[in-house]
T-cell receptor, first 109, second 111 residues
Framework: DAKTTQPTSMDCAEGRAANLPCNHS???????VYWYRQIHSQGPQYIIH???NNETNEMASLIITEDRKSSTLILPHATLRDTAVYYC??????????FGQGTTLQVKP | DAGITQSPRHKVTETGTPVTLRCHQT?????MYWYRQDPGHGLRLIHY???????DKGEVSDGYSVSRSKTEDFLLTLESATSSQTSVYFC??????????FGPGTRLTVL
């Protein structure tokens, strides 16, 4: 299963865009990139996923590099409620999600 | 929230006692999962089910068993709880576009 690497923590000013990077250099051609977040011990919340094209939904945008070895989750206008741990996950063919340590995003006023 | 509930939400028990956690879903999803979350480890898959009576092991299945006798319920049992099983347990279902959605969690403390 492909492994992901994320920074341990990041800060972002409220109202600004939060750009969370993720490296997944061993990703296979048919593996999807998923992003979840977890707010203070609640259940993980699905954000967005993609295969090779950039994706956007009401929560965020996902930018995947052409070689698919890395991606960036963009929260366009971060609010204090976006403070959470963000997980970048490469989903295997089996459907299993392998969670890493994630990035703790702190949105500051 | 994908119609997932977990019970109990909190439980304190003693070493050696059996414990059963319940995950209930209301939307007839085929796949269900049990994870545990511990500091420094993220979420780790314990067991999963791909249908009634069809289950398989995850990466940390030792000491746990599961059962799924009907689509809506997925039970996780600790036959003889140990302190190392103190954790937060999350259930998940696989919804549209093969995306997993998680329940609110059960905090289990084994003394």
């Amino acid at each position: 299963d492909a492994k992901t690497t994320q920074p341990t923590s990041m800060d972002c000013a409220e109202g600004r865009a939060a750009n969370l990077p993720c490296n997944h250099s061993t990703i296979s051609g048919n593996e999807y990139v998923y992003w979840y977040r977890q707010i203070h011990s609640q259940g993980p919340q699905y954000i967005i996923h993609g295969l090779k094209n950039n994706e956007t939904n009401e929560m965020a945008s996902l930018i995947i590099t052409e070689d698919r070895k890395s991606s960036t989750l963009i929260l366009p206008h971060a609010t204090l409620r976006d403070t959470a741990v963000y997980y970048c996950i490469v989903r295997a063919d089996t459907g299993k999600l392998i969670f890493g340590q994630g990035t703790t995003l702190q949105v500051k006023p | 929230d994908a119609g997932i509930t977990q019970s109990p939400r909190h439980k304190v028990t003693e070493t050696g006692t059996p414990v059963t956690l319940r995950c209930h879903q209301t939307e007839n999803h085929r796949y269900m999962y049990w994870y545990r979350q511990d500091p420094g480890h993220g979420l780790r898959l314990i067991h999963y089910s791909y249908g009634v009576k069809d289950t398989d092991k995850g990466e940390v299945s030792d000491g746990y068993s599961v059962s799924r006798s009907k689509t809506e319920d997925f039970l996780l049992t600790l036959e003889s709880a140990t302190s190392s099983q103190t954790s937060v347990y999350f259930c998940a279902i696989m919804g549209v576009e093969d995306t997993q959605y998680f329940g609110p969690g059960t905090r289990l403390t084994v003394l």
